[in-house]
């Protein structure tokens, strides 16, 4: 649910609801109702901080001109201030929530009498910061066709290079009742023009279009650039600052939004109210939009393997299940064939059951793997075999009734699986030694099913495969999602990111039983591979690589290029294959060919590693 771009008029109705009913109370001893003292400027309404000082109190004939309108979502209509104070902390701007459709237009000089208060987006569970706004409006129309107040230019010289500054310990980390420092902070900064009306120039996009009609560019052309255009999340510290997302106030019905890939160009003056979304943050919603020119993209093709080499693959091919259109199984399949040039062995997640999103029980899933099998081999594919373990019904996380699981693709004219009393989804795997080398007890097989780490979410699948005569551990993982975390633009500094501490205890069971592997044979070939859903430099991928016992191969790539995902602007790793120490010399390749592009098969980026075993 989009607060300002709504995917049906049942969400606009709920989002409206929500805005009516969702604001935040009054500061203390403000009752609704209750008068300001003097004549009140929108500036005054703002304050310094992040909350007004208004906040649950009436205001009469706020006085502003109109600069942009919101028919859909989350109607209403900016208003600024053309006499602005001589405080940079304080914004000029402000959104006035009509729920109906507004009946001002551009240009128009009004005065506004109604309620302040502080709308949070996603709720005040979220982390959200808020949006100040009047709500519950008598709106008087002065005059018409006035001239709007000059944009401030948003850009590489104007946003501060530090993005927040730390929250206030005694406040539980939150930033919201700190004073604002516009010159300091970009979270500051933006938050001195919430409402106002803003533009930007010429600048690059990082974000694709997506299916809600946004996108997202950088107004800092050189922070951290990708080697294909985008702009690179490699730390905490590094959440980019020139990062801003793009939406339009024309109905999409009425103005089709552009479709933008990363790296091309939002060209000419964007001009409209900054807004704030829980989709995003802060948001310039266009009254005037850019023209897209379009760069020279292409989705990549990974080199073929060598006939001595063993090429292992990752791909999140995004709930596939028979229901979904052949076009999309056509789609996945070329791209398993000429982009990731068949892999002896593919890792796939988000595998769904044979009705796909149904919720009657059903969790096999060979109609899936059967039709995809096929799509591959009629794209000029191998006759892939694969392996893997339902799991128990709703057990598993993911889309209700989908339950997605891991599974191997394997090419039997190149490698071998070695069957060992194959697991259910309840029985563990072990390790124990058979002639001298590791051998799993059950293969395939899960990994520790009962651990609480998996709960409500997919438990890894171990598989044995012997290469030229040598034995492969391969481990396929898709770890729990970043839902539930605070975005960067949260009100707390550092966001909290709650979800890692489940995907922490995941990295630790795969970690411990790998140790168990190299146990019983130290020069033991071990891939542990999947959507691991975080960062190579995180506490998640610290706790898989433990003791030395598996190594991000990601990390082997220049920093350009160590992406599989972008989202909200930022490209960034999330899907991974880590080695084992005997897996001294490999080729590593982060295959992009969906998370840049509008078009995509599935929103993950493939991965392949190619070794001599």
Known sequence: MRSSHPRSAAVAALVATALATGLLAGS????????????????????????????????????????????YGSRGFW????????????????????????????????????????????????????????????????????????????????????????????????????????????LDYYESLEGMNVKIGTSRVVGATDPYSELWVTVKGWENPTKR????????????????????????????????????????????????????????????????KAGTLAPEKTKAQADHELAVATYNVENLDPTDPQEKFDALAKAVVENLASPDILALEEIQDDNGAKNDGTVSAEQTLTKFAAAITAAGGPAYQWRTINPENKKDGGEPGGNIRQVFLFNPARVSFTERAPGDAVTATGVVKENGKAALTHSPGRIDPANPAWADSRKPLAGEFVFRGKTVFVIANHF??????????????????????????????????????????????????????????????????????????????????????????????????????????????????????????????????????
């Open 28 to 71: 203390a001893g403000a009752a609704e109702g209750s008068a300001a003292d003097g004549p009140v400027r929108v500036h005054d309404i703002q304050g310094t901080t992040r909350i007004s000082p208004l906040a649950g109190k009436q205001v009469t004939d706020v006085e502003g001109i109109v600069t942009g309108v919101r028919t």
């Open 229 to 292: 255009g985008g702009t690179l999340y490699g730390s905490y510290e590094s959440q980019n600052t020139g990062r801003l997302q793009i939406q339009q106030l024309a109905p999409i019905a009425q103005q089709p939004f552009p479709v933008a890939n990363v790296g091309d160009k939002l060209t000419g003056t964007t001009e409209g109210p900054l807004d704030f979304n829980q989709f995003g943050g802060y948001t310039l919603v266009a009254r005037t939009l850019g023209t897209v």
């Open 480 to 613: 729990g999602s970043k839902g539930g975390d605070e975005g960067l633009t949260s009100h707390h500094q550092p966001p909290v990111r709650s979800s890692e501490v489940k995907r922490l205890l995941q990295a630790q069971a795969v970690n411990g039983f790998v140790k168990q592997i190299l146990a019983e044979d130290k020069n033991a070939n071990v891939l542990v591979l999947g959507d691991i859903n975080d960062f190579e430099f995180s506490a998640t991928t610290d706790a898989l690589a433990d003791g030395g016992a598996l190594y991000p191969a990601i990390k082997s790539l220049p920093k350009s290029e160590r992406y599989s995902y972008v989202y909200q602007g930022n490209a960034q790793v999330l899907d991974q294959i880590l080695t084992s120490p005997a897996i001294k010399k490999f080729t590593y390749d982060s295959v992009h060919i969906n998370a840049e592009f509008a078009a995509q098969n599935s929103d993950h980026d493939p991965q392949v590693l190619r070794f001599k075993p």
């Open 79 to 186: 208003i600024q201030d053309p006499d602005a104070d001589d405080n940079e902390a304080t914004s000029e701007g402000v959104f006035v929530f009509t729920s109906s459709v507004p009946t001002v237009a551009v240009g128009d000089a009004v005065k506004v009498s109604g309620l302040v208060g502080e709308y949070v987006p996603g709720g005040t569970g979220s982390g959200n910061q808020s949006v100040t706004q009047i709500s519950k409006p008598v709106v008087t129309v002065v005059s018409a066709g006035n001239a709007l107040p000059e944009a401030t230019a948003i850009n590489e010289y104007s946003v501060p290079a530090e993005y927040a500054p730390a929250g206030d310990p005694a406040a539980a980390g939150s930033i919201n009742g700190l004073a604002l420092e516009p010159s300091r902070y970009a």
